[in-house]
Nanobody
Framework: QVHLVESGGGLVQAGGSLRLSCAAA?????MGWYRQAPGKQRELVAV???????NYADSLKGRFTISRDNDKNTVYLQMNSLKSEDTAVYYC???????????WGQGTQVTVSS
């Protein structure tokens, strides 16, 4: 089991920005973020590999940027021009290449007020 520690959530006004961070205790090839809004299924936000290959939800391209620091085993999510529909619990995600093991953080609440 790999522990993922998230930080950076909170309350922000529409149009504002937030930066989420997630640190892993060890190297994980793919890291990223999913989110789950009330009454909805968990959905992909963005993921990034150690080779810096990224994959974004189409609807979030241009507003959200994912990055990582491989030396710190940390992934970041910069969220700009936030909208009320971005309100959700954001979960850090990790996946190993060998065995395909997946890991989840506890989640951090992001609330965008209109």
């Amino acid at each position: 089991q790999v522990h993922l520690v998230e930080s950076g959530g909170g309350l922000v006004q529409a149009g504002g920005s937030l930066r989420l961070s997630c640190a892993a205790a060890t190297n994980i090839f793919t890291m990223g973020w999913y989110r789950q809004a009330p009454g909805k299924q968990r959905e992909l936000v963005a993921v990034i590999t150690r080779a810096y290959t990224t994959n974004y939800a189409d609807s979030l391209k241009g507003r959200f940027t994912i990055s990582r620091d491989n030396d710190k085993n940390t992934v970041y999510l910069q969220m700009n021009s936030l909208k009320s529909e971005d309100t959700a619990v954001y979960y850090c995600y990790g996946k190993r290449v060998i065995g395909g093991y997946e890991y989840w953080g506890q989640g951090t609440q992001v609330t965008v007020s209109s």
